[in-house]
Nanobody, 123 residues
């Protein structure tokens, strides 16, 4: 089992930046595909970005603005968010997918989830 803990959320003005971190408790972090999802108020959880061993994949809404990366030595995955928009306001969750290092974009494909961190972007 792996426990995921997100951090780095907060309040930022439109156009600003935030860097989210997700640290895993397990010792096999490098074997997991990691993903970031978000859930805007009143909406369903949606895919943001994912990273396998190296390849990355982004939702259209994130391309060019967000960057996902991982540091296996620190058991941590990051989401650098630039040029934030009010539409980015959501609870952001990190997730881990076991069994493969191929990026996945569906909620059902992930096995472990963090508690989430709130990101609020003001206009």
């Amino acid at each position: 089992q792996v426990q995921l803990v997100e951090s780095g959320g907060g309040l930022v003005q439109a156009g600003g930046s935030l860097r989210l971190s997700c640290t895993a408790s397990g010792r096999t972090f490098s074997r997991y595909t990691m993903g970031w999802f978000r859930q805007p108020p009143g909406k369903e959880r949606e895919f943001v970005a994912a990273i396998g061993w190296s390849p990355t994949y982004y939702a259209d809404s994130a391309k060019g603005r967000f960057t996902i990366s991982r540091d296996n030595a620190k058991n941590t995955v990051y989401l650098q968010m630039n040029s934030l928009k009010p539409a980015d306001t959501a609870v952001y969750y990190c997730a881990a997918r076991s069994g493969t290092l191929v990026p996945a974009t569906q909620t059902r494909e992930y096995d472990y989830w963090g508690q989430g961190t709130q990101v609020t972007v003001s206009s």
